[in-house]
């Protein structure tokens, strides 16, 4: 296991109540503890000790076994030792704990046991494992908004325009790293070989960058994609976060998608206006400026190597996007955090009517998300039943089963999440949120 970067707190990470008293004494963990990446030199940068020996030692008592990635370990545990803030019996038994771990695993008898080629022959791009990954992009990607723009239909003139269509890399920094990642094919070509009978264009639109700067490429490219749009009946737009502009310590306070794409969508605008986009990004991000002019919204996130082949089919509707908002989509970056268990109030918003005075709200935007907790549409269409309950009251040691019949109406098969949400309506000790996800099941 790994402990990470202290917290308000350093006993995270070396504190000897938390992983010596707690983790391994009363939890009875044995096993290999591991530091984030160079997190030991990390809490020695933040002030918790006056010197890397130190560091190291209060490592060592914490029986943090693994100094990832850094130099605390090899280059002043020794020094530790020689100055007597740790033992030789200490350091026995750290490597005691990592030698069970590479024998449990089998790499003392074979140490390439994981990484021989026979073994990545075997799993990659298997036509079962090509299959999965599809279909799992299909079951996460969200459909926000749809006003019948998708699936896409035949006998229209179609425009596939972004700077999204040319990448194959659809995933996240972190995943750059694998030998794998360029493996997979780029949008367009998966376009190309999935939209046989339509009548379709590309433009690229603008280039896709992490600096949220628009290029000089990017006047030609957008008047490009304007010319191609104000001679097509329909366009698909390919937008989003530049892989690099998310993930660990890619903090915005900006979350709405680059300036110069959401200039491309103003000038498209302009002369097409039956607009959709397929977007991608790490984080839900402020589209309210751009949400009334699209027609349909899939927000697919960074789906992976088989993310080209899963957009289009789902675009031409051999698949069906079935995911629902794990975050809420925040209207105004003013309004984070926020969640779908808000807290009741002494001042609900609503009572009094919406201009009423002292109620729990903003003056200049709604308290509500773009798009809630939980929301995500289909290509087809729920009905869903009363719910019934197994009873109406309940003991401290009791259950009650509540029951719902979903029906299909639809001509499309297709999942569905079912979501189970509860409501303490009287508390007298603690506030209790309006409504609160207790379960859910996906049919």
Excluded at 65 to 76: G, K, L, S, T
């Amino acid at each position: 296991m790994t402990c990470r970067y202290f917290y308000i707190t350093y006993k995270l990470f070396f504190g000897k109540d938390l992983l010596v008293d707690l983790l391994r004494n009363e939890w009875g963990f044995d096993g290999t503890v591991i530091s984030d990446y160079q997190a030991i030199h990390g809490c020695f940068r933040a002030g918790a000790a006056e010197s890397l020996e130190d560091i190291a030692a209060y490592a060592i008592d914490a029986q943090v076994n693994i100094d990832m990635c850094d130099e605390v370990y090899p280059i002043h545990l020794k020094k530790a030792v020689e100055k007597g803030l740790v033992t030789m019996e200490q350091i026995d038994q750290m490597v005691m704990n990592v030698l069970k771990l590479k024998n449990d695993v089998g790499i003392l008898d074979n140490p390439y046991k994981y990484i021989e080629k026979d073994s990545e022959e075997a799993v990659f791009e298997k036509e079962k494992h090509r299959e999965f990954a599809t279909d799992f992009v299909c079951q996460s990607s969200v459909l926000l908004k749809n006003e019948g723009a998708f699936p896409l239909k035949k006998g229209q003139k179609v425009a596939f325009i972004g700077p999204y269509l040319t990448e194959s890399e659809l995933t996240t920094a972190w995943s750059r790293v694998t030998p794998f990642r360029d493996k997979g094919i780029t949008i367009k070509q998966a376009l190309e070989e999935t939209c046989d009978g339509f009548d379709y264009s590309f433009a690229l639109g603008c280039e896709l960058n992490e600096e949220n700067i628009q290029t000089p490429q990017d006047e030609q490219l957008i008047a490009q994609a304007v010319e191609l749009a104000s001679k097509s009946d329909k366009v698909v737009l390919f937008i989003g976060e530049q892989y690099h502009m998310h993930g660990e310590c890619r903090s915005r306070v900006d979350i709405s998608i680059p300036k110069v794409q959401q200039k491309l969508i103003d000038e498209i605008y302009k002369v097409n206006k039956n607009v959709s986009a397929v977007m991608f990004s790490g984080r839900p991000n402020v589209i309210t400026d751009i949400e009334p002019k699209l027609n349909a919204i899939l927000h697919m996130w960074f789906p992976g190597t088989f993310g080209a082949d899963a957009v289009a089919q789902m675009l031409v509707g051999r698949r069906g996007p079935s995911g629902k908002l794990s975050m809420c989509m925040p209207r105004h970056v003013g309004q984070l955090p926020i969640h779908h268990e808000v807290l009741r109030t002494t001042h609900p918003t609503g009572e009094g009517g919406p201009d009423a005075p002292y109620q729990t709200r903003y003056m200049d935007c709604f308290n509500s998300p773009l798009y809630p907790f939980g929301f995500g549409l289909s290509y087809t269409t729920f009905d869903y039943s009363e719910v019934s309950l197994s009873s109406e009251t309940m003991g401290r040691d009791e259950k009650i089963i509540a029951s719902v019949v979903v029906t299909n109406t639809g001509d499309v098969d297709a999942y569905e999440t079912v979501q189970m949400y509860i409501g303490d309506m009287f508390s007298k000790h603690l506030v209790r949120p309006q409504r609160q996800l207790k379960d859910y099941k996906k049919v």
